[in-house]
C-alpha cells in the first residue's frame, strides 16, 4: 500500500503550514506510525518563499510540541503535489479555491484546516485496516458529512506571519486541534 499522502497549504508556506506538517508528523509518530504509512508535506500558494527555512516564531512552536523543523524549506504549490495527495488541508477557505482552481478533481478531498477537525470530532472511526486505506474512508466521511456546505470563517487558521509569541502558540494550538484527531483516527493505538 502507498502511504497515506496529506499537503499541507497556506500562503507562504513558512509559518502555518510548515506547523501544520510538523506537528501531524510528530503526533502519527507518537502513536506508533513509521515513514511509509504517511507522507505529510505542504507548499504555499504565494511560492515567494519558495527554498527558505520555516519561521523562527513558527519552529518554536513546533518543537515546543515535540516536533522536528529538521531539514524544512518552502515551496511553492504546484498541481503535482496537489494530484499527488490523498487529503489537503489549507489554511484559508480562498486558499482551497486555489487548490480546486489548479486541479477541480481534488474538491472533495480538500479542506480547511477547522473544517475538517470540526468535521472529523463527528465521525466514526474508519474500519481497522491498513493507514491508506482508514485515510481514504476518513476523506470520503468528512466530504460526505459537510454534504456541499462551504466552510465558514471560523474554520481559518489566521496568518500569524511577523507576530509575536502568544499570537503563533494560538495558531499552532488551533492547527494541533485538527492535527492531533487525525493522527489519532489514522493511527488508533
Known amino acids: 500500500m502507498p502511504p497515506f499522502s496529506v499537503l499541507c497549504v497556506c500562503m507562504g ?11 501531524l508528523v510528530a503526533d502519527a509518530l507518537a502513536l506508533g ?9 505542504g507548499a504555499g500558494t504565494g511560492g515567494w518563499h519558495a527554498g527558505e527555512p520555516m519561521d523562527p516564531q513558527a519552529a518554536k512552536q513546533v518543537l515546543a510540541r515535540g516536533g522536528d523543523v529538521t ?9 503535482e503535489h496537489v494530484e499527488a495527495s490523498d487529503l489537503i488541508l489549507t489554511a484559508t477557505i480562498e ?15 480538500t479542506f480547511v484546516f477547522g473544517e475538517f477537525g470540526r468535521l472529523i470530532r463527528d465521525l466514526p472511526l474508519p474500519p481497522l485496516g491498513d493507514v491508506y486505506a482508514r485515510g481514504v474512508a476518513l476523506v470520503e466521511a468528512a466530504d460526505a458529512a459537510r454534504a ?8 481559518e487558521l489566521d496568518d500569524p506571519w511577523g507576530r509575536g509569541d502568544a499570537y503563533f502558540s494560538r495558531v499552532a494550538d488551533e492547527i494541533h486541534a485538527t492535527t492531533k484527531p487525525l493522527a489519532e483516527a489514522l493511527f488508533p493505538g
Not at 487548490?99 to 474538491?107: F, M, R, S, T
Open 13 to 23: 508556506n513558512i509559518c502555518r503550514s510548515p506547523m501544520a506538517e510538523r506537528l
Open 148 to 155: 456541499g456546505e462551504r466552510a465558514v470563517a471560523s474554520d
Open 95 to 109: 486558499q482551497v479555491e486555489f487548490v480546486v482552481g489548479l486541479c477541480p478533481d481534488a474538491a472533495p478531498r
Open 71 to 79: 531539514g524544512f524549506r518552502a515551496r511553492k504549490l504546484l498541481a
Open 33 to 41: 506510525a513509521t515513514s511509509d504509512q504517511l507522507l505529510v508535506h
